[in-house]
């Protein structure tokens, strides 16, 4: 699929880059050395291209009706901007194409002052008319959320981010007060609303384009030759090999510093390393833990870090006897060395949890006291609550997720520890799906699971994962309904004063530690390998990873 | 001839129903709603859940299912990707060009390579080139695919820098697929060094899928040389003088081909099979690829579209190398007419 052909001056670039290419492989070829073909790269021409070696191919370029990451990062990190961002490389919330907002007392309305002069893509098949304005808005939530709006059923019409984070049930109505000013109405006051307008899903398509495209008959082209705002835009897909873009010339926040932008699509991360080693590639996304030690030897590769958004945990199903009994959950969260865990499984790129939510979240609260690594005490707790010689499982997950990379050898490591305590327990593991399934239907004694962190707002992990609601459906897979904590968790949804819900979501925390429905295992460590000519990467907290505002020396 | 060919494509009808069975039931057998894996940890309400697999169809009984594949299949309809929305067969046919290109060369490589090494160990018996060849093509049919690319990567495109790591041309060469044959498109592109690119990238992943084709090849043609070779008219060249050339060549290569031109027919499977990992290491944009992310994902349409448009490939090659069987010899065609 192409979307617009190469400007001229582009494609002169490319072939001094080719050649550039070719001459440094011949060099290597005859000194019989390995010297980085990069070199050319950077060494090249005027036109800058960065090449990024992902992980897999997009599902597609409309971002409001996918869920992964990889569909994220070829689409809304580059080719969209939202109402509100996330800061780069921050959970900070920041404006977007709206300028500005302020909500009404009540909490129940929300009104966006647009930002004026934002300039959509000109593709082959659509040349803008307008600018950006209140209609794109509109266009870009009314079809997810309205079932009869002629675009809800294009593209498979599947808006799972939209449903998931209960947007239907919250928003009542989106309102067009004039070109440049747009209300939301919701139904029910909800702190985290502005943090989910930042979502991928909440992307600003072109209203004009998709008119354009339903009159041509051909409405699906608006999902597959995408035209949004964002600092770049879709030049070719080829599918399972390559995407390319080239910077938006007229970007509202100022012209990407690289003009042309390219994700070499790589499956494997072993090929990926060796990609970025030979040059191949400037950037690459989740690499191999045994490489990394590797990569760090290595003078030509940077490698960032970063706490990820994370956390990876063991839910005791509180429905069970014996874990209705905060005893043994307490007595079972003290038989566990999680240093031990961190050091074989994580090998080192993972940090202890004490707290449901990652440090790197606003309220998390320091003054958490973890349980101690102390197998006499658990003993002497789980015979006080009767449950000695308590026979149980522990279910592990079949695949590997950021916040474990190994769920098997965490399980029999913790099968280990409670062996100590007298605690015999089988490890149980379906396939992916049928372990989600099943783990929600309550079928496990304990789990273990995680999540990563979607709008970086507390609520997004304690009452998603932990509150009554979720409790009823599953996704608490704890089972665990504590009426004080949840209470917090409601009261805090109904503010938006930062200080007070920091307050209310601290004390959460502390009712948590106590009373231990889960282990808080680990959060882990996202590595990212950058080549040395890499200028200013940053890791995205939500493990995104977009290259606006990245340069190349 | 003609009742020949009539019973072959009896036993192709009855074969390709059954593929459908297959591709069908068993990607449904495997464990895992492709639903609960799309959500992941999120979750999904049961309405939701259950309004989806309306959506898809899933929802109805698997014989309603199956009848409604084939009545689709009938009309030239594979159904559309759940994942992409795309239709399978426009996505089959967009990535088959990269695997055909990658198996033909790869089969190129195994027979120009394979068959005078077997020619040779087979006239030279005993010998340590023979002990060698024998020795190295059991290690090549025992590789582990997977393992064989990573090392030939790493030595080759790592440590050497001759050729590239993975891909199937250089990312900065930027021009539209004509036919998805990148050596064919990269000449017509016109642009420099565009061909000599595509050739480097085909090398590695070329002698990955070839190595165990090549493997079998030389082990057959040295057995079939060493029972020509033992043949009476063989000895009988011998002693007309004629030049030992003259006899391997002329009279031994041609009678010992015929097996081997069996087995390099039967690789096409294996071949197909063998992509499906090639193309996962060199991040070759094939079929192969395509099927295990569609497996992973549980995207029932593509996958048994997928598999039933491969196993008509490999259905449909065998089939030409039967007939072809009839044509060079007349015992085969009397046989099945009897």
């Known amino acids: ?75 809304s990190r580059h080719l969209f901007n939202k109402l509100v961002e996330f800061e780069r490389g921050s959970t900070k919330i920041v404006p977007g194409l709206a300028e500005s907002w302020h ?90 609303f502005i943090a989910n307008l930042a979502m991928d899903f909440a992307s600003i398509l072109s209203a004009e384009y998709a008119e354009k495209m339903l009159a041509a008959g051909t409405p699906e082209k608006v999902d597959l030759e995408p035209v949004g705002t964002g600092p770049y835009q879709l030049v070719q897909y080829q599918k399972d090999a390559v995407i390319r873009y080239k910077a938006h010339p007229d970007y509202w926040a100022g012209k990407a510093s690289i003009d042309n932008l390219i994700f070499a699509i790589t499956p494997d991360a072993s090929v990926r390393y060796q990609k970025l080693k030979a040059g191949e590639c400037h950037v690459m996304p989740y690499p191999n833990p045994a490489d990394i030690a590797a990569m760090q ?27 209705d009994d905060k005893r043994v959950r307490q007595a079972l969260n003290m038989a566990i060395n999680k240093q031990a865990i961190i050091d074989a499984v994580f090998q080192g790129a993972g940090k202890v949890a004490k707290n449901p939510i990652p440090p790197t979240i606003w309220s998390y609260n320091e003054a958490t006291k973890d349980y101690p690594y102390d197998p006499q005490a658990a003993k002497a707790l789980l015979a006080e609550a009767g449950a000695a010689n308590l026979k149980t499982n522990i279910w592990a997950m079949p695949v590997q997720r950021p916040y474990n990379p190994n769920a098997r050898r965490m399980a029999e490591i913790i099968q280990a520890d409670w062996a100590k305590i007298g605690v015999e327990a089988e490890i149980v593991s379906f396939e992916w799906g049928e372990y989600l399934k099943r783990s929600k239907n309550g079928e496990h004694d304990s789990v273990l699971l995680g999540w990563t962190g979607d709008n970086g707002d507390p609520d997004n992990f304690l009452y998603v994962l932990l509150g009554c609601d979720a409790a009823k459906d599953g996704t608490n897979r704890a089972r665990w309904c504590h009426e004080p904590f949840n209470d917090l968790l409601v009261k805090a949804k109904q503010t938006s004063d ?23 295992v680990a959060h882990s460590v996202v590595f990212m390998p950058v080549r040395k000519e890499v200028v200013d990467y940053r890791i995205d907290p939500f493990g995104g990873h977009a290259f606006y505002g990245v340069d190349l020396k | 001839m003609l009742r020949f060919v009539a019973t072959r494509f ?102 120009a390579v394979g068959l005078p090494a077997g020619i040779i160990a087979g006239v030279r018996r ?58 064919i498109d990269s000449l017509l592109s016109g642009e420099p060094g565009a061909f000599k690119s595509a050739v480097r990238h085909l090398i590695l992943p070329a002698i990955v899928l070839g190595t165990i084709p090549l493997a079998v090849i030389a082990r057959q043609t040295r057995s079939a040389m060493l029972e020509v070779l033992g043949e009476d008219y063989i000895r009988t060249a011998h002693a007309k003088g004629l030049s030992p050339l003259r006899i391997i060549g002329l009279h031994a290569l041609r009678n010992a081909l015929i097996p081997v031109v069996t087995i390099i027919g039967l690789q096409t499977g294996l071949l197909l099979a063998g992509a499906i990992l090639t193309e996962t290491i060199f991040a070759w944009p094939g079929i192969g690829n395509w099927l295990v992310n569609s497996i992973s994902r549980r995207d029932y349409p593509s996958v048994q579209g997928g598999v039933l448009l491969v196993a008509s490939v490999v259905i449909t090659v065998n089939l030409m190398v039967d007939l072809a069987y009839g044509l060079i010899n007349p015992r085969i065609r009397r046989g099945a007419g009897s």
């Open chain 1, 1 to 75: 699929m192409g979307v617009s052909g190469p400007s001229e001056d582009r494609y002169r670039t490319a072939t001094v880059e080719k050649q550039g290419v070719e001459k440094v492989r011949n060099r290597i070829l005859a000194a019989a050395v390995c010297v980085s073909a990069a070199v050319a790269f950077s060494a090249a021409a005027s036109a800058k291209t960065l090449v990024y070696c992902s992980e897999g191919s997009p599902e597609g370029f409309n971002p409001s009706l996918y869920t992964s990451g990889t569909t994220f990062d070829a689409s």
């Open chain 1, 103 to 192: 909500a009404s007392r009540d909490g129940l309305l929300h009104t966006f002052r647009l930002r004026r002069g934002v300039k959509f893509h000109t593709t082959r098949n659509f040349t803008p008319s307008r600018d950006f304005n209140a209609d794109d808005v509109l266009y870009s939530f009314q079809r997810q959320h309205d079932p009869n709006h002629p675009y809800h059923k294009v593209s498979g019409g599947t808006y799972e981010y939209y449903q998931g984070m209960s947007m239907p049930s919250l928003i009542k109505d989106i309102v067009k007060i004039d070109d440049y000013t747009v209300q939301f109405v919701l139904n029910q006051q909800e702190a985290p």
């Open chain 1, 297 to 323: 030897a290595d003078p030509d590769i940077n490698v960032l870090q970063q706490e990820g958004l994370n956390v990876g945990y063991l839910a005791f199903n509180v429905e069970r006897k014996p874990f």
């Open chain 1, 498 to 520: 930062v200080g007070e819900r920091t307050k209310l979501y601290e004390q959460a925390q502390l009712i948590f530690k106590e009373e231990a429905p889960w282990v808080t």
């Open chain 2, 10 to 111: 009896g036993i192709v009808i009855p074969t390709f129903i059954g593929v459908t069975l297959v591709a069908f039931s068993l990607i449904r057998l495997v464990p895992g709603d492709p639903i609960e894996l799309w959500v992941g940890e999120r979750g999904i309400d049961p309405e939701r859940h259950a309004e989806l697999l309306r959506q898809f169809g899933f929802d109805r009984p698997l014989w309603q299912q199956y009848l409604g594949f084939l009545g689709d299949l009938l009309q030239g309809d594979l159904g559309k990707s759940i994942v992409t929305q795309q239709p399978v067969l426009s996505e089959f046919l967009t990535l088959f060009p990269a695997t055909i290109e990658l198996s033909l060369a790869a089969m190129i490589f195994a027979v």
């Open chain 2, 126 to 183: 005993g010998s340590a080139f023979d002990h060698t060849v024998m020795a190295v093509s059991l290690t090549g049919y025992s590789m582990p695919i997977f393992w064989w690319g990573l090392l030939l990567i790493i030595l080759f495109s790592g440590t050497l820098g001759w050729t590239p790591v993975s891909g199937r041309i250089s990312v900065l060469y930027f021009f539209e697929p004509v036919t998805g044959f990148m050596l």
